[in-house]
C-alpha cells in the first residue's frame, strides 16, 4: 500500500512539471496541432512540414525532444516543425487517420503545386537527429525563387506585377531563409536571385557587398530601387518586404521562443 501511495506521488511529481509546460512547450517552435487546427496548418499552406505523433510516455519520444525543438528553432519560419499528441482522447482521430502504429512517427507533408491543399504525404525514415531533420525538410521546400542571369533581370522586372525582390550573393545555393521568405509572400511579390560574378549588375544596382537585397518597384514615375540596409535576419527582412507586399494568409512571422534555451546558440538557418 505504501510503496504504491510513494509511486503514484512520484509519478504525479514528474508529471506535474511537464503538464504544466506541455511536451512542446511555448518556449519552443514546435506547433502543437489538434484536429480542430491540423488542415489550416499543414494542409492549406505552401509550406513545408514535418509532424511527429508522440505519446508524452515514450522514451523514444523524450530522447527525440531536444533535438525535435532544435531543429524547429532552426527552421522557424522556413518550414513548420509540428506535433501531435496521441495519448488523448482528442487527438486519437488524427493519429488514426495517419495509421500511427508506434511512437514517435514522423511524417513529411510537402505541398502540391498542382493541387492546393493536396500535400504529398511520405514517412521520415532519417535520422533522429535536429541536423538529419532539418535537411531531409529543407531539401523538400519548394523553390519559388528565380535564378536569374543578368540579361534577364529587366523583362523579369517588366513581366511581372508586384514589387521584385532581387538577392545579390556570393553562394550558389539559394538561402532556405530567402525560400521561406517567397513563400510568405507567394503571389504578392516575386523572388529572384543573382550571383556577385554578374559584375555589371551589381555595379548597375550599386551592390559592393554580398549577399545584399534591393527591392524594386515600378509605378507611373518609372522604376525604383530600395535598398535594404538592415540586418540579413529572418525577421528584420519580413518586416521590411511587408511595406511593400502583403505576406499571405497564415504566413508565420517569426516567433521568438520566449526563454530562449541558450542565449548563444545559434541557429543554422536564421541568417542569409
Ligand atoms: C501558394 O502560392 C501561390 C503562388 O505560388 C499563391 O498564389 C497562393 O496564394 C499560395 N497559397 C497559400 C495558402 O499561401
Ligand atoms: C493534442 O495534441 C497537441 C499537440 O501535442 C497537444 O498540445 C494537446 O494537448 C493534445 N490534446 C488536446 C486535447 O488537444
Known amino acids: 500500500m505504501l510503496s504504491t501511495a510513494v509511486i503514484l ?3 504525479l511529481f514528474l508529471l506535474f512539471p511537464l503538464a504544466l509546460a506541455g511536451f512542446y512547450g511555448s518556449d519552443t517552435a514546435v506547433i502543437n496541432l489538434t484536429p480542430k487546427t491540423f488542415k489550416s496548418e499543414i494542409y492549406d499552406t505552401n ?5 511527429e505523433f508522440y505519446a508524452e510516455w515514450c522514451g523514444h519520444c523524450k530522447n527525440l525532444r531536444p533535438q525535435y525543438t532544435k531543429a524547429a528553432k532552426s527552421l522557424n519560419g522556413i518550414a513548420k516543425v509540428a506535433a501531435v499528441r496521441c495519448d488523448d482522447q482528442t487527438n486519437q482521430s488524427l493519429c488514426s487517420r495517419y495509421d500511427v502504429r508506434g511512437y514517435p512517427t514522423l511524417k513529411i507533408f510537402r505541398p502540391n503545386s498542382k493541387v492546393p491543399s ?3 504525404i511520405e514517412d521520415y525514415q532519417g535520422g533522429r537527429t535536429a541536423k538529419a531533420i532539418i535537411d531531409t525538410v529543407l531539401a523538400k521546400i519548394p523553390n519559388k525563387v528565380r535564378r536569374l542571369k543578368a540579361e534577364e533581370v529587366q523583362t523579369w522586372i517588366e513581366e511581372s506585377n508586384g514589387p521584385n525582390v532581387l538577392l545579390f550573393h556570393n553562394k550558389a545555393n539559394t538561402p532556405p531563409l530567402y525560400k521561406g521568405l517567397a513563400i510568405d509572400y507567394a503571389g504578392t511579390a ?3 536571385i543573382i550571383r556577385n560574378s554578374e559584375k555589371g549588375l551589381s555595379k548597375e544596382y550599386g551592390v559592393i557587398k554580398f549577399p ?3 527591392v524594386i518597384t515600378t509605378d507611373e514615375e518609372g522604376e525604383h530601387r530600395h535598398k535594404y540596409s538592415g540586418e540579413l535576419k529572418k525577421e528584420p527582412l519580413y518586416e521590411y518586404l511587408s511595406s511593400f507586399a502583403t505576406p499571405v494568409e497564415g504566413a508565420r512571422a517569426p516567433q521568438k521562443p520566449k526563454k530562449a534555451r541558450k542565449a548563444t546558440e545559434a541557429t543554422q538557418h536564421e541568417e542569409l
Open 118 to 120: 493536396n500535400p504529398y
Open 47 to 51: 509550406y513545408t512540414s514535418i509532424v
Open 212 to 214: 545584399s537585397i534591393v
Open 9 to 11: 506521488a512520484c509519478q
Open 190 to 192: 516575386n523572388f529572384g
